[in-house]
């Protein structure tokens, strides 16, 4: 077990913002992932359990116990793989190709570590991770007991599970197990795929066309956070009711949208800030990244409270033009 006392978070937040917790914890097997949980359960002092850092946004220094996972290793066993919950998630989708296992290649490049796959249900074009995942193993931080929790049991949603809610800062994720396809069946029909695809004189992708064609369409967009500090995609698509979007595109033809079910639709927030004149715009040191909208990035020594006021007030601005609630998809500190 790893423990640091007054340690930069610099190299633990994509935005790299400059902030400082009281003490680093870090475990890298389950015998001290239970010794974490008893020095957790045996202090009064606040904590918070982060991944890669690339969904967070520090406004402060954090008075605290910063809790990180270094656990290691990918295991097969048939079409499964278990990952530590440290390891880099898209490395495993990487891997998976590799192994004639398939079902991960819409989620290539995304940010972050198989724990925190589990805990936000990362996704994109087209693909969640709670499609995926199988089981997660991990201590119960008040028992130090290990427990193997079940896809089901984790009501995951639209960005969402419950390790964001009712079981926040709860668990020290061990591993996830994630299960996948024997057989290749591409999913091209969310986003820029197919038109990528074509530019590529490509009409029949393999695993790996389709996953360096994600990475391609990944690294137009969006930006490098060793270059340029960012946390992805910052806000959720908000889920609005299909009245709503229909009264909407009436006013604004071409509104894009994805159908959810009868009666939902999700609307592409990068959109609607692009349709508010906030791309490649700034206030201060925190901006909208120039090529996506959905992007707010660290143009350079941005605090947390500057994109925090940026993020509101691109809210307000969306909310007033278009009557919808945007929420950030980053977790704020």
């Known amino acids: 077990m790893r423990i640091e006392k007054d340690y930069s978070l610099k190299q633990h937040n994509t935005f790299g913002i400059e902030a400082k ?3 680093f914890v870090e475990y890298s097997s389950e015998a001290e992932a239970k010794e ?40 097969r066993h048939g079409n499964r793989l278990v990952c530590g919950s440290g390891e880099v998630f898209d490395d495993v989708v ?30 994109a074009y087209g693909a969640e991770a709670k499609d995926l995942i199988r089981s ?8 130090g007991n290990v427990c193997v929790i079940e896809n089901a049991e984790c009501e995951y949603g639209y960005r969402q599970s419950k ?5 926040k800062n709860q668990f020290l994720i061990l591993s996830v197990e994630y299960e996948f396809a024997a057989t290749f069946e591409p999913r091209l029909d969310y986003g820029n795929i197919r038109a990528e695809l074509v530019k590529e004189g490509i009409s029949l992708p ?4 389709l996953r360096n064609t994600i990475i391609r369409i990944r690294e137009a967009k969006l930006p490098d956070p060793k270059v340029l500090g960012n946390a992805g995609s910052f806000f959720m698509n908000p889920i609005v009711g299909r009245q709503k979007y229909e009264a909407l595109a009436t006013q604004y033809e071409g509104m894009p949208h994805y159908d ?18 906030w791309k490649g715009k700034s206030m201060g040191r925190a901006g909208v990244h120039d090529k996506q ?41």
């Open 21 to 23: 917790c009281a003490q």
């Open 36 to 75: 974490v949980a008893e020095l957790l359960r045996n202090t009064r002092v606040p904590y918070i359990i982060i991944g890669g850092g690339s969904n967070l946004l520090l406004t402060r220094d954090y008075e605290g116990i910063v809790v990180h996972s270094a656990c290691k290793g990918i295991e």
């Open 94 to 123: 990487a891997q998976s190709i590799e192994m004639g296992l398939y079902g991960a290649e819409n989620l290539s490049l995304i940010p972050g570590d198989v724990g925190a796959s589990a805990v936000q249900n990362i996704g």
């Open 136 to 143: 997660i193993r991990a201590v119960e931080i008040a028992t």
């Open 163 to 167: 390790f964001k809610h009712d079981w």
């Open 206 to 209: 393999t695993a790996q066309q």
């Open 260 to 277: 959810i079910d009868a009666d939902h639709v999700k609307i592409p927030a990068g959109w609607m800030i692009d349709q508010c004149g």
């Open 293 to 333: 909208a959905l992007v707010l990035v660290n143009r350079g020594g941005a605090t947390g409270q500057e994109v925090v006021a940026l993020c509101q007030q691109i809210q307000a601005d969306v909310k007033q033009k278009f009557g919808i609630d945007i929420y950030p998809e980053v977790n704020v500190i």
